[in-house]
């Protein structure tokens, strides 16, 4: 926090600065959510990344905008060859971002430290990334992703030579890692995937011959054979070159849906260095995200190795699933904040009628809802970030493991429409100029528009959010977290805003135990208003938690004004659409929210 509010007049846009050190919210948000040994570790490498994702990323992003990569199947002599050619603007791009460690952080101990970092640095580090390039964050989030799924998975190790380039320091001997789900006749289906997995021939230590893999060993030994070639058809595959690929895919006999489902790793290239037998058929001609290659791959008995046991394939996926819907949160939140610093810039530059916009009382409600909401939203995706963090620390913490499950579908369903919304707007402020390529906020609202949709829809994840609680009982751990959070708000500034959230804390209960009753048809029609109301409820308490822990540090009520604004406006009393209250929260305290100026406690 600063006692000078920040002059967002001072500069032409959101570009050529420090995104960390601009970023109040954030550098709050990380510091409470890292492990404290590690955040004092970490802040000066944030700090150093967030310098520059600013300045030469957030060129370079531009450049790639106009110059994405393109596809050559064939060589001149018509033989495949599955190249992807990338500008040169890309390669530095990959070069500096992998170099800073966003991935090799979270699975190998950087210099200066016994102990790799959490997964949560490795979030914080993406939605900084995110301010400049949303679809570059693909790759780098899905090659973390891959290897989480190899460290987690691969328990004999036969795939540990991926592992390593998936988290190399060196770009030179990087891998990154990538995610084939959908396939055409399917979509969200992921049970409907009809590619199939044939067990390559092996030879025995006697020297017999057999093509038999034997299921997995009941007393946890290995199969036979761990590679097989697939033959099918994937419809959506982001970082289509990806060397450490994921996929599904089905072996022979084993049962229909996701039951009968493997995981393998699926190379460019075999271990031998031949050209894997896939053929790369074309690039999706995108809206945006245009930094990442996404197209249709064929394969055609291509080398692929098993990960694990076989027929665990979907549960296996599901470790990279959670990983990608929490980056894809985290990334949500760093176009919203993107998109509000340039409405923030724009707005203190430009005048309408004899003043700066900002001085509009309009202008001041809007810009202050984009600062709560943005805040919202960072509190809300961090938070399931550090649940996930923390279950990936211990796989035997059941409060971990059922927060990040049901915390985890509702931040990536909420946040990638906010961000839709915020960038829409933000494109709004701009006024034409926001509608023209030249400016950021066309590339952060084509960006925004797949957000939605990566990782499951809002209808899929609702639908996943039930059945957290229906199977998996995720309330148990869920309504005593929520009380916790408000139990640490005791404070006479907050007695009425947790008055009001533990009233609607009781009212998501009996909303719960409904939806518990009901018959399938009706718990599924009011699921995305299940998953709106737990957002709200989990948010206004994180944010009254974080308001009460700023006030005891400094006496400051910034974070109050915040808390208030956000429980007011979900949770309170719509009567008259609060216009009759009289009361205008973004007048009083612009300075101090948009422009995180301190409030003396006495003085709110």
């Known amino acids: 926090m600063t006692d000078t509010p920040f002059e967002y007049g001072a500069y032409e846009e959101g570009r050529h600065v420090n995104y960390w050190r601009l970023d109040p919210a954030l550098r709050a948000e990380a510091q409470r959510v890292y492990p404290p040994d590690e955040f004092a570790w970490a802040k000066s490498r944030l700090d150093e990344f967030g310098e520059l994702v600013g300045d030469t990323i957030a060129d370079n992003a531009d450049v790639v905008d106009d110059n994405g990569p393109e596809l050559h199947t064939y060589d001149r002599d018509g033989h495949v060859q599955n190249v992807v050619e990338y500008h040169p603007a890309q390669y530095e791009n990959d070069r500096l971002t992998y170099e800073s460690g966003i991935v090799a952080d979270a699975f190998d101990p950087p210099a200066g430290r016994k102990e790799p970092l959490g997964l949560v640095h490795t979030l914080t580090m993406q939605l900084i990334l995110s301010y400049v390039d949303t679809g570059f964050v693909c790759p780098v989030s899905m090659t973390a992703g891959a290897a989480l799924v190899l460290r987690n998975h691969d328990t004999d190790g036969e795939l540990d030579d991926y592992f390593e380039s998936l988290t190399s320091r060196s770009h030179e001997s990087l891998i ?27 030879e025995s230590a006697d020297g017999d011959q057999s ?19 697939l033959t099918g058809e994937k419809w959506f595959c982001s970082n289509i070159d990806a060397e450490g690929t994921l996929a599904l895919a089905r072996r022979p006999g084993a049962p229909d849906g996701t039951a009968g489902l493997s995981l393998f790793l699926v190379p460019n290239r075999t271990r031998d260095g031949e050209l894997n037998d896939q053929l790369y058929r074309r690039l999706k001609d995108k809206l945006g995200t ?59 530059n430009r005048d309408a009628f004899g003043n700066p916009v900002q ?21 809300f995706s961090m938070e399931a970030g550090k649940w996930l963090d923390r279950y990936e620390r211990d796989h035997d913490d059941d ?5 990040m499950r049901t915390l985890t579908p509702i931040a990536k369903y909420r946040t990638a429409r906010m961000a839709v919304d915020t960038a829409s707007y933000a494109m709004e402020i701009q006024g034409g100029n926001g509608y023209v390529a030249d400016f950021v906020t066309h590339r952060l609202y084509r960006d925004a528009q797949v957000l939605p949709i990566w990782e499951g829809t809002s209808n899929i994840l609702a639908l996943d959010l039930l059945r957290t609680f229906e199977r998996e009982a995720a ?13 640490s708000v005791e404070h006479p500034l907050f007695d009425d805003l947790v008055d009001a959230v533990t009233d609607e804390l009781e009212s998501l209960k009996r909303a719960l135990a409904t939806l518990a009753e009901a018959d399938d048809e009706y718990a599924q029609h009011e699921a995305k208003r299940l998953a709106d109301y737990v957002f709200d409820v989990v948010t206004a308490s994180l944010l009254l938690s974080n308001a009460r822990r700023e006030l005891d540090a400094s006496n400051d009520a910034r974070k109050a004004v915040v808390a208030q604004w956000f429980v007011e406006q979900t949770l309170g009393d ?4 609060s216009i009759t209250d009289g009361e205008a929260l973004p007048l009083q305290y612009f300075d101090a929210v948009v422009r995180h100026a301190s409030l003396d406690a006495d003085a709110f």
């Open 176 to 202: 990154e890692g990538a995610m084939f789900l959908t396939e055409k006749q399917g979509g969200s289906d992921v049970g409907a995937v009809e590619t199939v997995a044939e067990p390559v021939e092996t």
């Open 211 to 229: 093509t038999e893999p034997l299921p997995a060993d009941t007393d946890g030994g290995a199969v036979q054979t761990r590679t097989y070639e």
């Open 290 to 348: 245009i930094s990442v290659p996404t197209g249709e791959v064929e394969f055609d008995g291509a080398e692929a190795y098993l990960v694990g046991e076989p027929e665990r394939g979907f549960k296996y996926m599901t470790t990279m699933l959670n990983w990608e819907r929490i980056t894809n949160a985290v990334g949500a939140v760093g176009i919203v904040g993107r998109a509000l610093l340039e409405s923030k810039i724009k707005a203190a």
């Open 359 to 379: 001085e509009h009382p309009l202008m001041k409600r809007d810009l202050f809802e984009m600062t709560v909401e943005y805040e919202a939203a960072l509190a």
């Open 399 to 403: 409060e971990a493991y059922r927060l």
């Open 475 to 487: 309330h148990e751990r869920l309504f005593p977290y929520i009380d916790s959070l408000l139990s």
């Open 574 to 577: 719509s009567r008259g659409r």
